[in-house]
């Protein structure tokens, strides 16, 4: 049971991003003071947004530049801080020419730079993870090869590897480092958060995340001919950063979190989006036949054996935990797709 002192700031690690953006911005909602990390002051687009919640937010909002990869670099915006949600680490997919420094190293050494800060910085209290479901699962077909219906907090990603899944490694990797640090000690306690596929609007007009090009994609037309048989645990960008936020001021809370609000097949996803786009999405809800995803999918980084493992392989997570430990509320999936839609097409 660890009671965090609102008055104290929050450390927020990665605060330019997706997720963390809104995180940000439903701790000020709150009155909080939010000590943000982003990489680099010069990269003015990635942090104007940030730069607007500071006017609107009067001293409440302080940057303060770190790197995942450079020892002692979240000291200094960590002191005075009691809670820290960590979500700073990199979210890419498809080709990756180099795993172990553009995913492993800055997701494993970054959080446990992030987390030997917290063991030096002695106000800390308790530090929140933004995890994924890829650190629960490696491939889709994994449920059925494990005979379940769906997968909970008590599952663990065994399959993926450095050159298979590397995303899924690195997350599979930094989450149980995460958990080896804080069993060494007792100040600090760890809260993880497992979500599934995130969407829904964002704050910045960055269209980099991985979330987000997934939609450009979509709404751009590149998904005109047809769209990958491929399934995935949707949840809300809002309802995700609410989550983090219930985890760091619920006292009694504990433990991993999967978060997902419905699962979706990429045609579902494509449907909800024709509808109510009012004919300005080109989008088929056409499943692309396995054998194009074979031949194609490897030039676009996704090799035979993920076509194998994850093609027309449906995916289902129990979320069950997330409502009774945290109360999380989850919005309908349609708004959630919506309402991304229409941020993108303005
Ligand atoms: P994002 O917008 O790409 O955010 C990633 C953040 O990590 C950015 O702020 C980025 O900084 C920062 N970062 C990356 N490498 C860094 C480094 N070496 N040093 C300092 N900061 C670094 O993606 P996101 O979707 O919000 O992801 C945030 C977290 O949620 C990640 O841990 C991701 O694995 C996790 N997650 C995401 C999803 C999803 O569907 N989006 C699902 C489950 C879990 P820059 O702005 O400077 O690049």
Redesign the pocket.
Known sequence: MRAINKEKPVLVT???????SWIVLQLLEKGITVHGT???FA?VE?IQHLQVLQQNYPGKLKLFE????KDRSFDQAMQGCELIIH?????LIGKIDNPQQQLIQ?AVE?TRNVLESVNRISSVKRVVL?S??VSIYGDAIDLERNNKDKFNEQDWNVTSTPSHQPYNYS?VMAEKEAWKIVKKQQRWDLLVIN????LGPSLSNRTD???MEFMHQMVSGKMKSGVPDLYFGVVDVRDVANAHLLAGFTPSASGRHILVAKTLNVSDMARIVSQNSHDKVKVSTKKLPKILMYLFGPLMGFSWKYVNNNIGKPLYFDNSYSIEDLGVLYRDVETTLNEHVQTLIS
Request: avoid cysteine; hydrophobic fraction near 35%.
């Open positions: 990665g605060a330019s991003g997706y997720i963390a982003v990489r680099n990269d990635k770190a790197d995942l990869l979500t700073a680490s990199p979210f800055p970054g933004t994924s479901v997350k979500p599934g596929f995130v995340s991985t979330s």
